[in-house]
């Protein structure tokens, strides 16, 4: 799958590029009138009804997140429908883009922060088979799955750091709604460099 899926994600490279856009471009249509905090676009990104949704929104002020990702333009939220129960969702991993419209870095965030159906990390990697990214009609939601698909191993060890994160901050109320612990765990994307070694191992 891997391949598939940097296979599929640099086409949708090339196309953007074609466009002169890029993921964030392709989301607001080239109208930047961006509201912090805002979740974007409205009813989410729906992945042709295959269990994902997504959201962008952006943090402004250092008394906020911005100051953990300094180069941040704003991120996507993931979420998966739960297999049993089809009407709740769980919080995958959040992809922080840059001022160019760029993948920064994955990162995984605390149960407050999107208050979904929370999973640990053993039952929500169940939930992550067949990520369908060649299943979707519009590029960006195409783009951003075959970015999930490409880093499916690298997102599994995310959420086994978070889970452990959360374990060593363990306190006498429940640390998933201590909002001193916003951020459990990160990677940065270097992107060029992924695509090689996927595509040249091909």
Request: glycine share 6%.
């Amino acid at each position: 799958m891997q391949v598939a899926a940097a296979e599929s994600l640099f086409k949708c490279l090339l196309e953007m590029g074609e466009q002169g856009s890029n993921p964030v471009l392709q989301l607001f249509d080239s109208n930047l009138d961006i509201q912090q905090k805002k979740k974007y676009p409205e009813g989410f990104l729906q992945f042709n009804g295959t269990g994902w949704r997504a959201y962008y929104h952006c943090h402004a002020t250092k008394e906020d997140i911005n100051h953990l990702f300094e180069a941040e333009h704003g991120h996507f939220h993931i979420f998966i429908r739960l297999t049993e129960h089809p009407e709740s969702w769980a919080h995958v991993v959040a992809l922080s883009i840059d001022e160019m419209g760029q993948p920064l870095r994955w990162f995984t965030v605390n149960h407050w922060v999107t208050g979904e159906t929370w999973l640990g990390a053993p039952l929500l990697l169940r939930q992550l088979h067949g990520i369908p990214f060649m299943e979707q009609n519009r590029l960006l939601e195409q783009w951003l799955l075959s970015m999930l698909a490409l880093y499916k191993n690298e997102i599994n060890e995310l959420l086994a750091l978070r889970d452990v994160a959360l374990d060593i901050k363990l306190t006498d109320g429940d640390v998933k709604q201590d909002r001193e612990y916003y951020l459990l765990s990160e990677q940065e994307i270097k992107l060029q460099n992924k695509l090689q070694q996927v595509l040249t191992k091909a």
